[in-house]
Each structure stands twice: as C-alpha cells, then as structure tokens.
Nanobody, 116 residues
Framework: QLQLVESGGGLVQPGGSLRLSCEAT????????MSWYRQAPGKEREWVAA????????NYPDSVKGRFNISRDRIKSKIYLQMNSLKPEDTAVYLC?????????WGQGTQVTVSS
C-alpha cells in the first residue's frame, strides 16, 4: 500500500531553519518525481518544491527560491525539504505529494509555525 509520512515540523522563530522529511513506502521510490506543497488556513494549497526521480533537477516557485532546498535519499526512500530564513508567511501544513498514473497521493502533513 502506497504511503507517505511527513515529519520534522514545529515552531521556529523568524529567520530560523527546519528540515522536513517524507518517508515513502509501497512503491518503487526511485521511479517517480515528488513534490512538497503547503496549505495555510484559508488559503489554497501551494506548490513549494519538486524533484525529479533521479534527484538531478529541482524546481521552486519564486516565493521560496533561494531559501528552500528539496533533496531525496534513494536508499532510505525519503525526500527532504530544508527550509532556511523562514518567515511568518511560511506558516502552513506541509505535505509531500506523488503522482502515479494521473492519481495524486498525499501524506497527512506536518505543521510548520514561524513565530516569535
């Protein structure tokens, strides 16, 4: 059974850093691109990072470019999101996402709160 489980969220002060993890099971991890999204209360879900199946290519929206870094570990079947220089507007539930045969799979999410 395909499953995505995020971890690593928490409360951090503005300017701080967090590293999120997403463990993937139930499919051939190395075959698929994966992404991170976030959703703040009252807002639409927003894409924040993507990484190809090989890990060679990554992409980010302008809102996080230069501050966030996505990576993957083929051996551990995990993807990561390193978040630096965090801002209050980065506060959201962060979710990892996978698309298989036109179907999207999501984890349960991990809460990130940026506040002093």
């Amino acid at each position: 059974q395909l499953q995505l489980v995020e971890s690593g969220g928490g409360l951090v002060q503005p300017g701080g850093s967090l590293r999120l993890s997403c463990e993937a099971t139930g499919f051939t991890f190395s075959n698929y691109a994966m992404s991170w999204y976030r959703q703040a209360p009252g807002k639409e879900r927003e894409w924040v990072a993507a990484i190809t199946s090989t890990g060679i290519t990554t992409n980010y929206p302008d809102s996080v470019k230069g501050r966030f870094n996505i990576s993957r570990d083929r051996i551990k079947s995990k993807i990561y999101l390193q978040m630096n220089s965090l801002k209050p507007e980065d506060t959201a539930v962060y979710l990892c996402q996978l698309r298989v045969l036109s179907r999207d799979y999501w984890g349960q999410g991990t809460q990130v709160t940026v506040s002093s």
